[in-house]
Structure formats: structure tokens, C-alpha cells
């Protein structure tokens, strides 16, 4: 869902709708970002693998490094 919205604000009109989206989904989930880092922890979950790689997804296609 997220990404195809992020699609459709390619295409928008609106000058910087693309670069507010971006920001309020950095700020949405930077905290889940922070504790998660990139690596996987060995004991990890498997319920938290799949939102590790989520995170990283959404973070990844909103501009963050």
C-alpha cells in the first residue's frame, strides 16, 4: 500500500507533497528504525525479521540512507 501511494505522489501536482509524505513516514517509524538498526539480532523473532525488513523497505523508498 505505502509504496504504491509513494508511486502516486510521483505524479502529483503538488510541489512538495512527495518530500511531506517522506518526512511524516521518517518520523512515523524512525523510533521502530532506531531500535531495529540494519543487522538482525540472533535471537530475534520471527515476527520481528519480517518488520525489520518492512522498516527497512519503507525507510529505504522514503529517501532515508
Request: hydrophobic share 40%; charged share 15%; net charge negative.
Amino acid at each position: 500500500m505505502e509504496t504504491n501511494f509513494n508511486s502516486i505522489l510521483d505524479y502529483s501536482y503538488m510541489n512538495n507533497t512527495k518530500i511531506v509524505f517522506q518526512i511524516y513516514v521518517h518520523n512515523l517509524l524512525s523510533y521502530i528504525y532506531n531500535i531495529l538498526k540494519w543487522d538482525p539480532l540472533p535471537n530475534d523473532s520471527s515476527e520481528t525479521a519480517m518488520l525489520h525488513g518492512l522498516i527497512l523497505i519503507i525507510m529505504g523508498t522514503n529517501g532515508r540512507d
